[in-house]
């Protein structure tokens, strides 16, 4: 007999970790982005300021849209409860125990972990 696969697994979203990731990387972004004005205002001319400053503001709006909540769920190969960060484009994640690849599914009913 052939061994039954496992479905997916439905992750849970834990609370607060939406806001907390979104904070994180806008601060990140933005003491980078203004590393980079300083520079640009200290070593450069008057238009790289302007560039700096433009370069500084898309990176906060676009840190604040590109990241999600942390989602929680059991790994369908060792059932080990494994996080997934939500960010643009990454649906593959390892898993902390096993470090076998687990596939992440967006469904309207959530995040499912299941086997790639």
């Known amino acids: 007999m052939?061994?039954?696969?496992?479905?997916?697994?439905?992750?849970?979203?834990?609370r607060y970790s939406r806001a907390l990731n979104k904070t994180?990387?806008?601060?990140?972004?933005?003491?980078?982005?203004?590393a980079f004005v300083a520079v640009a205002s200290y070593f450069l001319g008057p238009q790289w300021?302007?560039?700096a400053l433009?370069?500084?503001?898309?990176?906060?709006?676009?840190?604040?849209?590109?990241?999600?909540?942390?989602y929680v769920g059991?790994?369908?190969?060792?059932?080990t409860k494994t996080p997934y960060v939500h960010a643009l484009?990454?649906?593959?994640?390892?898993?902390?125990?096993c470090g076998k690849p687990i596939k992440v599914n967006k469904t309207k009913e959530g995040?499912?972990?299941r086997r790639p």
């Open 74 to 79: 059991n790994c369908p190969h060792c059932g």
């Open 2 to 14: 052939a061994r039954k696969k496992a479905g997916p697994v439905p992750a849970e979203l834990q």
């Open 49 to 51: 300021v302007k560039i």
């Open 24 to 34: 994180r990387l806008a601060a990140i972004m933005g003491v980078a982005g203004m």
């Open 89 to 97: 484009g990454v649906y593959i994640v390892k898993c902390t125990r």
């Open 54 to 70: 433009a370069v500084f503001l898309v990176g906060i709006v676009s840190s604040l849209l590109s990241v999600g909540g942390t």
């Open 111 to 113: 995040f499912f972990f």
